[in-house]
C-alpha cells in the first residue's frame, strides 16, 4: 500500500515522520510525498505555539476535504487529546507523541474503514531503534535526536507535556546510526534533543554529551558535527574542551537564551544567571565559535525597562545568529493565566527592533570576514556553476548561505564537500566567495 505524508514542525518532529515512514516501509509499504498518490495521508503536526497549530489543523481539514483517509500524529493529537477528536470526527485515526511505532497497526486499521485513538495519557517517549530512517530530505546533512522528552519546566513552552521527561538514547545506537549515515555520504551529523545538554542524565547518572561525542568523532568517514538545543546551565568545561579539541566538531554551539531581563527570566523559570559571563567565557575557550541564540519578546509582564535590558544585551554580546518569537500563550503552561500580558502590536514592535539590531550586528560581522578563509560545506551547484553552501556559522535552514565560484573551472566540487573559502563579499545576513 502507498501512504503519503506530511511533517510539520521541527527536525525532532521530521526524525519522528522519517521513523514512522522506516517502520511502514519495513511492512512492505510504500511511502510518498505526493497525497494525491494515495487515498492514506499521515499528518505528523506540530503545536508548540498558535501558528504551528494553525498550519497544521489547515493540511488536517484541507486532506479531509479532500476525501482522504487522514491519521494526525504527533504533537497537535498530544495535546488536545479528545477535543481533536470531538473537533475533527473524519479524522480516521489520532496518533500520540509516544505512540509512533503503533503506526503499522493503525494504517492496517485505517485501511479497513476503522477509526482509531491511539495517544497515550503520560506520554513517554521510546525511540523505535529497530527502525531504519527513511530519510524524506536529501542533502549534506542529516539529524541526529540523541534523547526526547525535557524534564525542565520553563514558564511558556508546552513540550514536557507532550513529549515528557527526558529518555535518552544508548551511546553505542547513536554511534551506529551516525556510522550508517556517513557511509551513505552525509557529511554533516546534527546534534538534536529538546535539551541536548541533559543527554544521558537518565541512562548514566550525568549529563553525557561531552562522552557522546568523543565516541563520535572517533568515526572515520564523519566528516563534521554541530550542536543545537544545548541549555546555557549545562554548558560544561568538559562540553567546552571536547568542542575546542575535535576538528570534526563545527565551532558552533546554539544556545536559546530566551531573554537577558533577571526579572523575566525569574517569571520563565530559567536559570537567571549572567549571560554576558558565559558568552565570554564560551568565546574566550574557543577563539572564532560562533554562537546562536533565540529570545522571546513580549513574555507576560515584560516591562519597557526589560526590554531595553534585551536590546542593550544583543549589542553588546553581538551574537553570530540570532532568533525572535513573539511570546505565544499557551494553554497548560505556567504563563497561560500569568497577568500583564503584552499587547500584540507591542510583541510585534518589539520583535522588529530585535530583529533590526541583529540585522546591523550581522552586516557588521560579515564585513569583518571579507579577505578571510572561512571553513564551508557545499549543498548543491546552480546551473551557472555558483555552489551554494554553508559556512561552519550557519545551520541548515535557520542561518544564513555563502555563494560561490571557483578559480579553476577544473576544479570540481560535489554537494557534502568541505571546502575552504576566501570571503570577496557580503551583505546583511549572506556571503560570497571563491573556494582557494
Known amino acids: 500500500m502507498k501512504i503519503a505524508i506530511i511533517n510539520h514542525g521541527c527536525a525532532k518532529n521530521l526524525i519522528d515522520t522519517e521513523l514512522m515512514a522506516g517502520l511502514l516501509s519495513k511492512a512492505g509499504h510504500k511511502i510518498t510525498l505526493d497525497e494525491k498518490q494515495s487515498d492514506i495521508v499521515l499528518i505528523n503536526t506540530c503545536s508548540f505555539i498558535c501558528d504551528a497549530e494553525t498550519e497544521s489543523v489547515q493540511s488536517i481539514v484541507k486532506m479531509i476535504n479532500e476525501g482522504k483517509k487522514v491519521i494526525v500524529a504527533g504533537c497537535l493529537a498530544q495535546k488536545h487529546k479528545k477535543e481533536l477528536q470531538k473537533a475533527l470526527p473524519e479524522v480516521s485515526a489520532f496518533l500520540g507523541t509516544s505512540d509512533i511505532n503503533k503506526i503499522v497497526e493503525i494504517i492496517d486499521k485505517v485501511s479497513q474503514n476503522q477509526h482509531i485513538y491511539s495517544v497515550s495519557s503520560n506520554p513517554v517517549y521510546k525511540y523505535p531503534e529497530e527502525a531504519a530512517r527513511q530519510q524524506i530530505t536529501v542533502g549534506s546533512y542529516s539529524y541526529i535526536k540523541i534523547s526526547e522528552g525535557c524534564d525542565c519546566k520553563c514558564g511558556y513552552c508546552i513540550i514536557p ?10 551511546i553505542e545506537n547513536i554511534v551506529k546510526e551516525a556510522e550508517l549515515l556517513s557511509k551513505k555520504g552525509v557529511a554533516e551529523i546534527i546534534l538534536i534533543a529538546q535539551d541536548t545538554t541533559a543527554y544521558g542524565k537518565d541512562l548514566y547518572g550525568k549529563p553525557s554529551l561531552a562522552v557522546l561525542l568523543k565516541e563520535l568523532v572517533k568515526i572515520e568517514d564523519l566528516c563534521r558535527i554541530r550542536i543545537m538545543y544545548t ?9 567546552l574542551d571536547v568542542i575546542k579539541n575535535n576538528e570534526k566538531i563545527f565551532k558552533y554551539i546554539d544556545i536559546p537564551l530566551q531573554h537577558s531581563s533577571p526579572s523575566v527570566l525569574k517569571s520563565m523559570l530559567r536559570p537567571v544567571d549572567d549571560y554576558k559571563k558565559l558568552i565570554e567565557k564560551i568565546r574566550k575557550t574557543i577563539p572564532n565559535i560562533a554562537i546562536r541564540t533565540t529570545f522571546i519578546v513580549g513574555y507576560p509582564g515584560e516591562t519597557e525597562e526589560d526590554f531595553k535590558h534585551l536590546k542593550n544585551f544583543v549589542k553588546e554580546v553581538k551574537f553570530d545568529r540570532l532568533g525572535v518569537f513573539e511570546y505565544s500563550r499557551e494553554k497548560g503552561t505556567y504563563s497561560y493565566n500569568l497577568p500583564d500580558r503584552v499587547p500584540a502590536r507591542i510583541k510585534h514592535k518589539r520583535k522588529n527592533q530585535i530583529m533590526k539590531l541583529q540585522m546591523s550586528v550581522s ?26 553552501a554553508r559556512t561552519y556559522k550557519d545551520a541548515p535552514e535557520i542561518d544564513g548561505i555563502i555563494y560561490l565560484k571557483t578559480r579553476n573551472e577544473n576544479n570540481s566540487v560535489v554537494p557534502g564537500d568541505i571546502v575552504y573559502a576566501l570571503v570577496t563579499k557580503s551583505d546583511n545576513y549572506d556571503l560570497f566567495g571563491i573556494i582557494n
Do not use: M
Not at 507535556?161 to 544508548?170: A, E, Q, W
Not at 541549555?231 to 562540553?239: A, C, K, Q
Not at 571579507?370 to 551557472?384: H, L, N, P, V
Open 161 to 170: 507535556k507532550l513529549r515528557g521527561k527526558t529518555v535518552s538514547r544508548p
Open 231 to 239: 541549555f546555557p546551565s549545562g554548558i560544561s568545561d568538559e562540553l
Open 363 to 388: 552586516k557588521e560581522i560579515n564585513q569583518s570576514l571579507i579577505g578571510k578563509t572561512i571553513e564551508c560545506i557545499a549543498e548543491y551547484i546552480c546551473d551557472d556553476g555558483t555552489i551554494i
